[in-house]
């Protein structure tokens, strides 16, 4: 960790405190939460703001430093940074510099008087069961996509959640997948643990995904023996020829390859996921249990992000209600007075 930075008056300015903040941080998060905190502040907020004193930085001074990031003819970098990004940078003072408010360094906290940008949700990639077919039959004897692929599509999991599954968090019979941990790539392949309790999770799988399971295992015997003692004993379901890890990073440029090179629609891996919600949804399958496959915190969650769904939800409902008490055109009785 770098030495504090004090000033000419002896105090201590914003780059020290956040190299503070940092060490004290470091080992408290995920090392994925850890590497984007620093990131942010060190290449956004530090050099605009670190040699302002501590106990001198104003409210303004931190909306100026929003604005510029924005504007791309501002930004030193030559191109404005999204909305929401800069409020997760919001997000990451107001933590920071609250710590600085709990410990008794400053009176109160700059950037929790600040106002971040509104981002708008990103538009989700849609795929419906022609396109997810389509997608699974472009993607058939891949060994590096397919398998992944059927998971996502199935049970919703991430991309590290899929990389970091193993064969022992699989029920003998294939038919349950216990989630927990994800594999990322910042700073090095590392498996975290899910973000929160309900991230930990099991899954039911379909029946759909049990043949796919069942080649990648042969597939892997076979190798396993090729390989001999240069064999990466590891036990990951989605693995490399060796049997490693597969970088998530790399996963993700293959999956980009793979859509351009097949003429499909630009969609992200992750809209697999969305993909599995929606369809669980408009097949009548309980929001609740959506939420638990997902792994949201909440049901609110799982229902603010799907809303688009709701209103041919909200048909069927009317529908099944005329089908359990009828339709009728005629005018209810008149109330005898």
């Given at each position: 960790?770098?030495?504090?930075r004090?000033?000419?008056?002896?105090?201590?300015?914003?780059?020290?405190?956040?190299?503070?903040?940092?060490?004290?941080?470091?080992?408290?998060?995920?090392?994925?939460?850890?590497?984007?905190?620093?990131?942010?502040?060190?290449?956004?907020?530090?050099?605009?703001?670190?040699?302002?004193?501590?106990?001198?930085?104003?409210?303004?001074?931190?909306?100026q430093?929003?604005g510029?990031?924005?504007?791309?003819?501002?930004h030193?970098?030559?191109?404005?940074?999204?909305?929401?990004?800069?409020?997760?940078?919001?997000?990451?003072?107001?933590?920071?510099?609250?710590?600085?408010?709990?410990?008794?360094?400053?009176?109160?906290?700059?950037?929790?008087?600040?106002?971040?940008?509104?981002?708008?949700?990103?538009?989700l990639?849609?795929?419906?069961?022609?396109?997810?077919?389509?997608?699974?039959?472009?993607?058939?004897?891949?060994?590096?996509l397919?398998?992944?692929?059927?998971?996502?599509?199935?049970?919703?999991?991430?991309?590290?959640?899929?990389?970091?599954?193993?064969?022992?968090?699989?029920?003998?019979?294939?038919?349950?997948?216990?989630?927990?941990?994800?594999?990322?790539?910042?700073g090095g392949?590392?498996?975290?643990?899910?973000?929160?309790?309900?991230?930990?999770?099991?899954?039911?799988?379909?029946?759909?995904?049990?043949?796919?399971?069942?080649?990648?295992?042969?597939?892997?015997?076979?190798?396993?023996?090729?390989?001999?003692?240069?064999?990466?004993?590891?036990?990951?379901?989605?693995?490399?020829?060796?049997?490693?890890?597969?970088?998530?990073?790399?996963?993700?440029a293959?999956?980009?390859?793979?859509?351009?090179?097949?003429?499909?629609?630009?969609?992200?891996?992750?809209d697999?996921?969305?993909?599995?919600?929606?369809?669980?949804?408009?097949?009548?399958?309980?929001?609740?249990?959506?939420?638990?496959?997902?792994?949201?915190?909440?049901?609110?969650?799982?229902?603010?992000?799907?809303?688009?769904?709701?209103?041919?939800?909200?048909?069927?409902?009317?529908?099944?209600f005329?089908?359990?008490?009828?339709?009728?055109?005629?005018?209810?009785?008149?109330?005898?007075?």
């Amino acid at each position: 960790m770098a030495q504090a930075r004090w000033t000419t008056t002896g105090e201590l300015d914003l780059a020290g405190y956040i190299d503070k903040w940092l060490g004290h941080m470091r080992g408290r998060v995920r090392p994925g939460t850890f590497g984007a905190y620093e990131c942010m502040l060190r290449l956004y907020a530090i050099p605009v703001l670190g040699a302002i004193p501590l106990a001198e930085l104003h409210p303004l001074q931190i909306q100026q430093l929003y604005g510029d990031l924005l504007d791309s003819g501002s930004h030193r970098f030559g191109r404005g940074l999204s909305a929401g990004y800069v409020l997760n940078l919001h997000r990451v003072l107001v933590q920071s510099l609250g710590a600085a408010f709990r410990w008794g360094l400053i009176p109160t906290n700059p950037a929790a008087a600040a106002q971040p940008p509104r981002p708008r949700r990103p538009e989700l990639g849609q795929i419906d069961p022609a396109l997810a077919n389509q997608i699974l039959e472009a993607a058939r004897g891949s060994r590096l996509l397919e398998l992944p692929i059927a998971i996502a599509l199935a049970t919703g999991m991430r991309r590290g959640e899929i990389l970091g599954l193993r064969w022992g968090d699989l029920d003998e019979d294939l038919t349950v997948a216990h989630v927990r941990r994800s594999l990322q790539s910042i700073g090095g392949l590392s498996f975290e643990e899910p973000k929160t309790p309900r991230s930990r999770r099991a899954v039911v799988l379909p029946q759909f995904l049990h043949p796919y399971l069942v080649r990648q295992r042969e597939d892997q015997t076979g190798r396993r023996e090729s390989f001999g003692g240069a064999w990466k004993a590891t036990d990951q379901v989605v693995d490399r020829p060796d049997g490693s890890p597969v970088n998530p990073a790399t996963f993700s440029a293959e999956w980009s390859k793979f859509i351009r090179r097949k003429g499909l629609p630009r969609v992200r891996f992750h809209d697999l996921r969305h993909a599995h919600a929606t369809l669980m949804l408009l097949q009548g399958v309980h929001p609740k249990i959506v939420s638990e496959r997902l792994g949201h915190s909440n049901i609110g969650i799982t229902l603010d992000i799907y809303s688009h769904v709701l209103p041919t939800m909200q048909s069927e409902a009317a529908q099944a209600f005329d089908d359990l008490f009828g339709t009728s055109t005629e005018a209810p009785p008149q109330q005898v007075s």
